[in-house]
């Protein structure tokens, strides 16, 4: 009996070493207590949301706090230049889109993101077409045939004015020649209250933003800009399907002031993959139709730098800025 009990504790105390020995150790490392990531999208707009269901899961991989603020303004501009004062220690950040690159580039704010850190990239979000459910549009192809035949009869809604939808819609006149007034505002979450109160037509935005919405049958997507359907919504028909060739790729990431100490680097390229994999976090941001897309820090950094230059040839390609 005695060696029995002996073998039965052994057992446990191997198993809550092996518990210890598996689990993140980004927790002991890390040398905050609380972390504010900062966001320049408004309450329910895509990175907003996107922030506050990751901070969920990724506070106990890492043994961190994690608070987010909405600083709004400028398309990103006052959410960088806070970033940029902040101190380089680990303690703040901001969620990265193009966004924080186009309106650097188009508004030429004070601060911009070179003046930022790129840490690391979490997710690719694909972009999508979306009108209140009593709208007559069943396809984007529909909307394009109307505008053509009634100049300036639709009107499109995009959240900011740096913001990568936005630059979809000079690319969709272009490829389409069909035309409308552009409808701007402070994130998805205005957007979304826009479209369903038809103050636009439809709006560009991602499927995590809408979510509750899609569930009510509230409102309906009308296509996709991917290169293929997205699993989700298999009878949704991508862009190029209805003749129109655009596919976008929207990044979503993680970006601190610049000179982030190495230990707080290495501890973000731990968590982040560790955090995709967490069964509950995978579950949401699978039916959000987000798409693992982690870079580490040095991968990302050249990924941002080549995509600003991307966009610095289209704004002149299409006349938005001079060379």
């Known amino acids: ?6 073998t039965r504790l052994a057992a446990a105390a191997f198993a809550v070493a092996l518990m210890i020995s598996s689990a993140p150790t980004s927790a002991q490392d890390y040398p905050h207590d609380t972390v504010t990531l900062t966001t320049h999208s408004s309450a329910g707009g895509g990175t907003d949301v996107f922030l506050r269901e990751m901070v969920g899961h990724l506070g106990p991989v890492m043994g961190v706090n994690f608070v ?4 709004r303004g400028g398309s990103g501009a006052k959410a960088m230049a806070h970033l940029a004062s902040s101190p380089a220690d680990g303690s703040v950040f901001y969620g990265t889109t193009p966004t924080f690159i186009n309106t650097s580039l188009l508004s030429k704010p004070d601060v911009t993101f070179r003046d930022l850190q790129p840490l690391v990239n979490v997710f690719l979000d694909p972009q999508i077409v979306y009108v209140r459910a009593e709208s007559p549009f069943n396809t984007l192809a529909e909307v394009v045939e109307k505008a053509k035949a009634e100049p300036g009869s639709i009107k499109f809604g995009v959240t900011t004015p740096g913001s990568l939808d ?14 409308g007034p552009v409808i701007t505002h402070d994130g998805g979450g205005e957007l979304l ?5 038809e103050t636009v037509d439809l709006g560009i935005g991602e499927v995590q933003e809408l979510i509750g919405q899609l569930e009510a049958n509230e409102v309906r997507l009308i296509a996709t800009y991917t290169e293929e359907r997205l699993e989700q919504f298999p009878d949704v028909q991508t862009a190029r399907e209805q003749g129109i060739d655009l596919v976008v790729d929207k990044f979503r990431g993680i970006a601190g002031p ?4 190495a230990d707080v680097i290495a501890a973000w390229e731990k968590a982040i993959p560790e955090v995709l994999e967490v069964p509950a976090f995978k579950e949401w941001y699978t039916n959000a139709s987000l798409v693992p897309a982690f870079m580490p820090h040095d991968e990302y950094g050249a990924f941002i730098e080549e995509f600003a230059n991307q966009q610095e040839a289209f704004f002149v390609e299409y006349g938005i800025t001079e060379e």
């Not at 009996?1 to 002996?6: A, E, G, P, S």
């Not at 209250?193 to 109160?197: G, Q």
């Open 258 to 261: 610049k000179g982030l100490p």
């Open 1 to 6: 009996m005695l060696y029995l009990r002996q």
């Open 68 to 71: 987010v603020e909405n600083v």
């Open 166 to 179: 936005r630059q979809v819609m000079e690319k969709f006149k272009a490829v389409t020649g069909a035309d």
């Open 193 to 197: 209250i826009s479209v369903l109160n």
